[in-house]
């Protein structure tokens, strides 16, 4: 089993390389990108890290979010997929490749993994019913990244590599393994967002004001989107449900809670990231024993 101490410095001492990496670039960045862009972002000192990783940048500077990407495909389908999707998105104000700039949304997300969310009810609802708009609308004319013939086989990988390496007793993979194989059943693919966590959804009251981060956006299981969103908030799966409308299936979202933490786990470690932290994947994980 790997040292939970060990594992916990590697994680922090990976962060903070990221994040130092971070500020150097928006060093680098700002100045070259600052002819023409809006006062509100020109005349603010304070840069936010939002999220920093060897593959993805986003920093903060006033009302405005600057996403830099190592792969600008990613950019490219985010700015198509929010031009094409049936619900409110941010504003683009401008792109210089490798910087996408948008403007924030209005309200808060509508919560964070391993914490309680303070939204009510009717805003989980309400992001619901927008999931069923998005789920709805003609397909993109890109498919979806992956089969399900070969997310399973990633799927049997990241479990072997999870139980070889230590991070997770082996009954605990083998359980959630077994659930998993439910999301891997046909689907008729949608429009999905690709990757919905709470963090991405933005509300204001009970309203949804937006949705950001589109550059996962396919063809895809409308299952997992929902799963995506609900993932360790199962006690607001319902309210979700009940936005949604009909065809809901519980237990290939159950299925995909599973199979979303068994696939993200080694990703999270090996960029800085706490998977045990509570109520993460870890969490949801021992929660399906």
Same mark, same amino acid.
């Given at each position: 089993m790997v040292d939970q101490q060990s594992a916990s410095v590697a994680w922090s001492t990976k962060a903070t390389q990221d994040t130092r990496w971070a500020r150097v670039c928006c060093r680098l960045i700002i100045p070259v990108t600052a002819v023409g862009i809006p006062a509100t972002m020109a005349d603010v000192e304070e840069v936010e890290v939002v999220v920093a990783h060897s593959e993805r940048v986003t920093l903060r500077v006033g009302d405005v979010f600057l996403k830099i990407d190592a792969d600008q495909t990613n950019i490219d389908v985010e700015v198509e997929a929010m031009a094409l999707a049936p619900v409110p998105t941010p504003e683009i104000l401008w792109r210089k490749p490798p910087v996408l700039a948008i403007a924030a949304l209005p309200g808060t997300a509508l919560g964070r993994l391993g914490e309680p969310s303070t939204a009510s009810p009717a805003a989980w609802a309400a992001a619901g019913a927008a999931i069923r708009l998005l789920h709805d609308a003609p397909l993109p004319p890109w498919p979806g990244r992956r089969s399900r013939d070969e997310i399973a086989a990633h799927l049997d990988r990241e479990?072997?590599?999870?139980?070889?390496?230590?991070? @997770?007793?082996?009954?605990?993979?083998?359980?959630?393994?077994?659930? *998993?194989?439910? $999301?891997?059943?046909?689907? /008729?693919? =949608?429009?999905?967002?690709?990757?919905?966590?709470?963090?991405?959804?933005?509300?204001?009251?009970?309203?949804?004001?937006?949705?950001?981060?589109?550059?996962?956006?396919?063809?895809?299981?409308?299952?997992?989107? @929902?799963?995506?969103?609900?993932?360790?908030?199962?006690?607001?799966? *319902?309210?979700? $449900?009940?936005?949604?409308? /009909?065809? =809901?299936?519980?237990?290939?979202i159950r299925a995909w809670w599973s199979l979303r933490s068994l696939l993200a786990s080694r990703w999270l470690i090996e960029h800085g990231f706490d998977p045990n932290s509570p109520g993460c994947e870890f969490d949801v994980l021992r929660s399906r024993m």
């Amino acid at each position: 089993m790997v040292d939970q101490q060990s594992a916990s410095v590697a994680w922090s001492t990976k962060a903070t390389q990221d994040t130092r990496w971070a500020r150097v670039c928006c060093r680098l960045i700002i100045p070259v990108t600052a002819v023409g862009i809006p006062a509100t972002m020109a005349d603010v000192e304070e840069v936010e890290v939002v999220v920093a990783h060897s593959e993805r940048v986003t920093l903060r500077v006033g009302d405005v979010f600057l996403k830099i990407d190592a792969d600008q495909t990613n950019i490219d389908v985010e700015v198509e997929a929010m031009a094409l999707a049936p619900v409110p998105t941010p504003e683009i104000l401008w792109r210089k490749p490798p910087v996408l700039a948008i403007a924030a949304l209005p309200g808060t997300a509508l919560g964070r993994l391993g914490e309680p969310s303070t939204a009510s009810p009717a805003a989980w609802a309400a992001a619901g019913a927008a999931i069923r708009l998005l789920h709805d609308a003609p397909l993109p004319p890109w498919p979806g990244r992956r089969s399900r013939d070969e997310i399973a086989a990633h799927l049997d990988r990241e479990c072997e590599w999870l139980i070889t390496s230590g991070v @997770l007793p082996a009954d605990l993979v083998t359980r959630n393994r077994e659930i *998993a194989e439910a $999301a891997l059943r046909p689907w /008729t693919p =949608v429009f999905t967002h690709g990757d919905l966590q709470i963090t991405h959804v933005f509300v204001d009251g009970d309203k949804l004001t937006g949705i950001i981060d589109w550059s996962e956006a396919s063809q895809g299981d409308a299952m997992f989107d @929902l799963a995506s969103l609900t993932l360790g908030h199962e006690e607001h799966l *319902a309210d979700v $449900a009940a936005g949604y409308g /009909t065809d =809901v299936d519980l237990d290939a979202i159950r299925a995909w809670w599973s199979l979303r933490s068994l696939l993200a786990s080694r990703w999270l470690i090996e960029h800085g990231f706490d998977p045990n932290s509570p109520g993460c994947e870890f969490d949801v994980l021992r929660s399906r024993m």
